[in-house]
């Protein structure tokens, strides 16, 4: 039996939303569906392919087997089809086209505004689809194919272009009045990052006799971990990136073996897409922001 209207882009959005959401209520909100509409559109496409494609349960919708091959083939037809967009506009002459950026929440809260400002007033033409969030999650995206390129902060795997962005270093940040008191006497205020990191942030409290549960205060974001500290409540292991304008105590770190204490970011791109201007351009743009603010990658330090 022949759809209505044949298999679309609309329908790999569909399959890509059902999976992710795993209920057909939430996925119509995100499609700007009604749940009927929905429905339909699911039996149309089962009645096209010839077999299911979810199962529904008590607690919502899962892919069949037919459907998770259907929604992988999908994602590479969608692909395709926005590669072939790209290449089509890269050869008018002008950069346009479209591009899927994603951005670590510190470079975001930062960098982003200025930089998103200015791509849009030199390239109007280009659709900008921006995405932030935690860099473990943005390299997940990266890898599948969902980003074409990312500010990550950490040392995370990459067989792409890599570009060194920023060395900063990790700093224990207190304000005036609390600066001669030893850290060992004051409140740690400890912000939720990824693994890698939690585990230098651990190293060096343990070298400097400051892994103390008793005397912390945890918090999920850097930001909420600065303000405390601007407001006197204790100290912070802090990065530089967020420390502009910050007028306490600023001590950068080393560990026991002379080693400073060091967190890197990386703009990282698909292979495929490297060669797209409009992700050149991005490119080119972060590195000017940063060679502007003179925050330009750094040598090793000693």
């Known amino acids: 039996m022949v759809l209505e209207a044949p298999l679309d882009e609309k329908d790999f959005s569909l399959l890509h939303m059902l999976k992710e959401c795993g209920n057909i209520t939430h996925a119509a909100d995100r499609l700007y569906l009604t749940q009927s509409a929905l429905s339909k559109r699911i039996k149309a496409i089962e009645r096209e392919l010839g077999c299911e494609i979810v199962i529904r349960t008590r607690k919502g919708v899962r892919l069949t087997p037919e459907g998770e091959l ?27 086209g479209s591009l899927s950026a994603g951005f670590s929440i510190n ?14 007033r030199r390239y109007p033409r280009v659709q900008l689809d921006i995405v932030t969030g935690q860099s473990r999650t943005l390299h997940a995206s990266l890898q599948t194919g969902q980003l074409d390129v990312a500010v990550l902060r950490g040392e995370l795997p990459w067989d792409g272009m890599q570009y060194l962005l920023a060395q900063e270093r990790i700093c224990a940040v207190c304000t005036a009045e609390l600066a001669d008191r030893p850290l060992s006497e004051l409140t740690y205020i400890n912000h939720t990052t990824d693994i890698a990191h939690t585990a230098l942030m651990t190293r060096w409290l343990h070298e400097n006799n400051l892994g103390n549960d008793a005397n ?87």
Not at 107 to 120: C, D, G, N, Q, T
């Open 70 to 96: 259907a929604l992988e083939r999908t994602a590479q037809a969608r692909r395709e089809l926005e590669l072939l967009r790209r290449e089509l506009g890269a050869s008018q002459g002008e950069i346009c």
């Open 107 to 120: 470079y975001s809260i930062v960098h982003l505004p200025e930089l998103i400002a200015e791509y849009h």
């Open 216 to 302: 912390r205060i945890n918090v999920t974001d850097l930001m909420t971990c600065q303000e405390l500290v601007r407001r006197g409540i204790g100290w912070a292991l802090l990065p530089e990136i967020v420390l502009g304008g910050f007028d306490g105590c600023i001590r950068p770190c080393t560990f026991a073996n002379g080693e400073p204490f060091i967190r890197r970011m990386y703009v990282d791109c698909q292979k495929e897409s490297e060669s797209l201007p409009q992700v050149r351009a991005l490119i080119e743009l972060i590195k000017e922001q940063y060679r502007a603010d003179g925050d330009v990658p750094a040598a090793p330090l000693p």
